[in-house]
Nanobody, 120 residues
Framework: QVQLVESGGGLVQNGGSLRLSCAAS????????MGWYRQGPEKQRALVAV???????NYADSVKGRFTISRDNAKNTVYLQMNNLKPEDTAVYYC??????????????WGQGTQVTVSS
């Protein structure tokens, strides 16, 4: 079974920085896409950033220029560097991984979520 374990959330002041990490474990040969989503109070879960196996990235407009997603394929780990954080970034951040192989592990997986709170 594939599991995603996130770390790095917490409380930070307006303008501060945090770095989230998410490690995938289990029987994994390849991960097609990894990413971060977030769900704020009374909001739906929404894309923050995704990164493909080759390093191509896509960001939500609200975080462009402030957040950077990266991945270490050897460690099956994805990172999210968040700079110049704003109160509206407050949310539970979820890691996502689309596993491509082996066949038995193929699927879309989610982490348990990590809280990020930005105080004004």
């Amino acid at each position: 079974q594939v599991q995603l374990v996130e770390s790095g959330g917490g409380l930070v002041q307006n303008g501060g920085s945090l770095r989230l990490s998410c490690a995938a474990s289990g029987r994994i040969f390849s991960i097609d896409r990894m990413g971060w989503y977030r769900q704020g109070p009374e909001k739906q879960r929404a894309l923050v950033a995704v990164i493909g196996s080759g390093g191509s990235t896509n960001y939500a407009d609200s975080v462009k220029g402030r957040f950077t997603i990266s991945r270490d394929n050897a460690k099956n780990t994805v990172y999210l560097q968040m700079n110049n954080l704003k109160p509206e970034d407050t949310a539970v951040y979820y890691c996502n991984a689309v596993v491509g192989a082996p066949q038995a592990s193929r699927g879309n997986y989610w982490g348990q979520g990590t809280q990020v709170t930005v105080s004004s």
